[in-house]
């Protein structure tokens, strides 16, 4: 311990803490500051980086996954699109096959219904045709008949007789 | 059916990585024990040479210069005497950047440093003036010499008056560039040319070039393993440039201490004090309420049990750095010592088996304290953090 306190030199003390000192302050400014901002800033651009281009493939395979879900979608959409077009075919399709029956059964209708009514004309057509007939005939016949005294004599009497049996 | 093979390997590895960190947790376990070991084996011997020589080693080198000028002749000191204060010369501070001595010729190899002393004002002068310790160095009238590797105030003959073995001439003050200093001096600007180039790399392109490429993983440890764990993602910020200014600076230290050059900044006291003082000025100064609160009266325990914790924790405070600086101090010391007494075995052996056993050793000990200087300087950062995550600390209270 006395030996080591006789070593001491005051001089080389006072030396050592100047230069040291210097030393720090040189070497702070001209060095450790540079290398560890450029190896801090290194590290922070690694680490961007590396982090971007994980993003980037996140990003990446969000696009693929909307994209596939689009392209679904979109299959989706066609399907249901062709659905609809097939059933409104089908709908106009059925209706103006109602339609058309419809007109059609109106017109058979119709048609029956003039038939139906030439023929109910024709028949009253022919019924007084036919009356106008037979009473022309039951005039010339009642002509012929009742042209003597007694053809009118005894049909007079039959027709007495016919109101006395009623 | 992937799934399941998928979750298996992540399964495997999981238990891959837990099984390769509890390797490598045995393995520095298992070091820092052989380290200790080691030291605690090898310094032994030296070290009770040292206190106990400590007194004739001195006297050697306070003996030499008069021994060099009284007679040429006179045999020179022995091997072990050579080496061991050639170790404790190693260890001291000096005036003079020092690489070798050719001790036939007597001439020393390196170059002087300025001398600055405050005494009867301001003293500059070259170190050469000493001539090694061997002559009175005169500076505006005032003499100094060299003695035990301190300046002492003299005058012109060199009188030291000696009792009880002790000097007792005055001290200047002294604030000399010495050798440390300079090692700091040049150091530190090659930590600046280096990281100011590794700065400059990232202003291209965030991508790192050149040494950067080498350094930023040392950056990102000190932030990743030292300063987020320990003091908190939310205030690690503001301790970044201390911790790693630390960090590298001991660590740099600690590296050109093993080379030849011969620099021993890490092991001497002040060094490690001034850091220490720093870590503990810092961690007081940012200190929360709630790390007084700690201090003082320490939530959740009985009033007596917080009457006795107060003094303790007080005395913690100063403890905490005291221990960080004797830490640093004693590793690198006892790693020098040990290094350097291994060398210095390979001379006293003069055999082919004793020298190469003490060189393959000396290697070996190489690499360790080329792990024990980054280790020390780990755990000075560490420990550094630490102190100051628990200032910022806010405890959830339970």
Redesign the interface.
């Known amino acids: 311990m006395e030996k080591l306190i006789e070593q001491f030199s005051v001089g080389l003390f006072f030396w050592q803490t100047i230069l040291f000192l210097i030393l720090l302050f040189i070497l702070k400014k001209y060095a450790w500051k540079p290398i560890l901002d450029s190896v801090s800033e290194r590290e922070n651009t690694i680490r961007e980086s590396l982090d971007s281009a994980e993003n980037a493939k996140k990003e990446l395979a969000e696009l693929q996954s909307k994209n596939e879900n689009l392209i679904a979608e979109a299959k989706i959409e066609r399907d249901a699109l062709l659905k609809e077009a097939r059933e409104l075919k089908d709908k106009i399709v059925g209706e103006a096959k109602g339609e058309a029956k419809e007109e059609a059964d109106k017109i058979v209708q119709a048609a029956h219904a003039a038939i139906e009514a030439e023929k109910a004309s024709a028949i009253a057509e022919m019924k007084t045709e036919m009356a106008s007939l037979s009473i022309s005939i039951a005039e010339k016949i009642i002509r012929k008949e009742l042209s003597s005294d007694d053809k009118q004599k005894s049909l007079a009497n039959e027709l007495v007789a016919d109101i006395k049996l009623n | 059916m992937q799934c399941r093979s998928a979750l298996l390997t992540k399964k495997i590895n999981y238990f891959c990585t837990k099984f390769r960190n509890v390797i490598r947790q045995v393995i520095m376990q298992f070091t820092r024990a052989l380290f200790f070991l080691a030291v605690l084996v090898l310094s032994q011997p030296v070290l009770l040479n040292a206190s106990g020589h400590a007194e004739h080693a001195a006297d050697s080198i306070q003996n030499t210069p008069i021994e060099h000028s009284h007679s040429e002749g006179h045999e020179a000191m022995t091997m072990k005497e050579e080496i061991k204060a050639h170790i404790s010369h190693h260890l001291?501070?000096s005036y003079g950047f020092h690489l070798f001595t050719d001790t036939e010729t007597n001439t020393h190899y390196g170059f002087p440093l300025p001398v600055?002393l405050i005494d009867n004002g301001l003293q500059i002068f070259s170190s050469s003036k000493f001539h090694h310790g061997e002559s009175v160095a005169e500076s505006n009238g005032n003499y100094y010499t060299l003695y035990h590797g301190k300046i002492y105030k003299t005058d012109e003959s060199g009188f030291m008056p000696m009792h009880d073995g002790h000097v007792h001439n005055e001290k200047p003050?002294?604030?000399?560039?010495?050798k440390?200093?300079f090692s700091?001096?040049v150091l530190?600007f090659l930590?600046?040319l280096l990281?100011?180039g590794?700065?400059k790399s990232?202003?291209k392109s965030?991508?790192p070039t050149g040494t950067?490429r080498f350094?930023?993983p040392l950056?990102?440890f000190v932030?990743d393993e030292i300063a987020i764990p320990n003091i908190g993602e939310k205030h690690y910020k503001k301790f970044?440039?201390?911790l790693?200014?630390v960090f590298f600076?001991i660590w740099f230290v600690n590296l050109f201490g093993l080379t030849p050059l011969g620099i021993n900044v890490t092991n001497?006291?002040?060094?490690t004090?001034?850091?220490a003082?720093?870590t503990f000025i810092i961690t007081q100064v940012s200190g929360k309420a709630e790390y007084w609160k700690h201090i003082f009266w320490m939530p959740g325990v009985p009033v007596p049990m917080k009457i006795l914790l107060a003094p303790i924790e007080l005395l913690g405070i100063f403890i905490k750095p005291f221990a960080l600086l004797i830490r640093l101090?004693a590793n690198i010391t006892a790693g020098h010592v040990v290094l350097m007494s291994l060398i210095g075995l390979m001379f006293i052996f003069h055999s082919w088996i004793g020298s190469s056993l003490s060189f393959a050793l000396a290697v070996s000990l190489s690499l360790l304290e080329l792990l024990v200087a980054a280790l020390q300087a780990y755990i000075f950062t560490m420990l550094t953090a630490l102190y100051f995550g628990s200032a910022v600390a806010e405890h959830e209270h339970h």
Not at chain 2, 173 to 178: A, E, W, Y
């Open positions: 001291q501070d600055i003050l002294d604030f000399s560039i010495t440390n200093v700091i001096m530190s930590l600046v990281f100011m590794a700065a990232y202003k965030l991508v950067a350094l930023e950056v990102i932030r970044m440039s201390y790693l200014t600076f001497s006291i002040s060094v004090f001034a850091l003082i720093m101090y």
